[in-house]
């Protein structure tokens, strides 16, 4: 048997003074869980709210990006056709001119060949009274022909900034100016006839 001495000393466990607290587990946990869960809503809500709005900016834009581009299709078109307009209305100018230039002369030279032929007073008469005729249509002929030049002139002129004018009223102008100057032409072929036939 032991004697009190040798028995052996129990290995001193932790005092009370020093020891932790036993933790509580579980009472923290669904506090943090909720915090988290609110804040993951709220970016969802933020998030679904930015996304809306980035996708009404892209619809509104894509919107603008048509009208603009309809605008510019318009606008081309517009442009390619005044140019197309004002090519014609020199190429008819340039007609019109020549015109102008070949009455004037054939005029000028019928009445020389018309002077000639007049060797009494009766044909001098009918001359005079044929010469008085040619050169009042002449001069009619010639007075359309201007004006039809001039029209496709200050026509040329409007097309050159057609942008500045109402397509409608360019048109209308380009059908009176084909109007002034198929009534010149046709005028100018009549008395060329005339003139012909002597």
Do not use: F, H
């Not at 001193?12 to 020891?19: F, I, L, V």
């Not at 909720?34 to 834009?61: K, M, S």
């Not at 005079?128 to 022909?145: E, F, M």
Request: hydrophobic share 45%; aromatic share 4%; net charge negative.
């Amino acid at each position: 048997m032991l004697s009190p001495e040798e028995l052996p000393v129990a290995e001193a466990g932790p005092s009370a003074d020093t020891a932790e607290p036993p933790r509580r587990r579980g009472r923290a946990a669904p506090a943090v869980i909720a915090l988290l869960a609110l804040l993951l809503v709220a970016a969802v809500v933020v998030g679904a709210v930015l996304v809306t709005r980035l996708q009404d900016r892209n619809d509104e834009w894509q919107a603008s990006s048509t009208r603009w581009q309809a605008l510019a299709t318009a606008a081309g078109e517009q442009a390619a056709s005044a140019e197309a307009a004002r090519a014609q209305a020199e190429a008819d100018l340039a007609t019109t001119t020549q015109q102008l230039a070949t009455a004037k002369k054939r005029i000028t030279e019928l009445a020389d060949e018309k002077a000639e032929l007049a060797d009494s007073d009766a044909s001098r008469q009918q001359l005079v009274a044929y010469q008085s005729r040619v050169s009042k249509a002449a001069g009619d002929v010639a007075a359309a022909l201007t004006k039809c030049v001039d029209g496709q002139q200050q026509l040329i002129a409007y097309l050159d900034d057609a942008s500045s004018y109402d397509p409608d009223d360019l048109a209308r102008y380009r059908s009176d100016v084909s109007s002034v100057c198929g009534a010149a032409t046709d005028a100018n072929a009549a008395l060329q006839r005339a003139l012909d036939a002597g």
